[in-house]
């Protein structure tokens, strides 16, 4: 049975960081792309990073230089270090799982950005 469990979110005030980590289990972590995504309020699942299962990432403009996806392939875990958060960050973040066979989530995890 294929299980992602994120874990991390929380309330943070703008300018400040959160680490998001997603536990997988029931898979060959290390031949999966892994990515984090998010959905705010009233918007479309949006990408927000991806790390290949050769440790290629990729990032969209609107995060780029300030959050930073990684991967410990003996911990079965992907990590999204989110740093200089914005209003505009607050989503449910969810992690995903991909291979040529299979794409699973997680049940996700909120982030909240607000003074």
């Known amino acids: 049975q294929v299980q992602l469990v994120e874990s991390g979110g929380g309330l943070v005030q703008p300018g400040g960081s959160l680490r998001l980590s997603c536990a997988a289990s029931?898979?060959?972590?290390?031949?999966?792309?892994m990515g984090w995504y998010r959905q705010g309020p009233g918007a479309q699942r949006e990408l927000v990073a991806s790390?290949?299962?050769?440790?290629?990432?990729t990032y969209p403009d609107s995060v780029k230089g300030r959050f930073t996806i990684s991967r410990d392939n003996a911990k079965n875990t992907v990590y999204l270090q989110m740093n200089s958060l914005k209003p505009e960050d607050t989503a449910v973040y969810y992690c995903?799982?991909?291979?040529?066979?299979?794409?699973?989530w997680g049940q996700g995890t909120q982030v909240t950005v607000s003074s």
């Open positions: 029931g898979i060959i972590f290390s031949i999966y792309h």
């Open positions: 790390i290949y299962s050769t440790g290629g990432t």
């Open positions: 995903n799982a991909r291979s040529a066979s299979l794409s699973t």
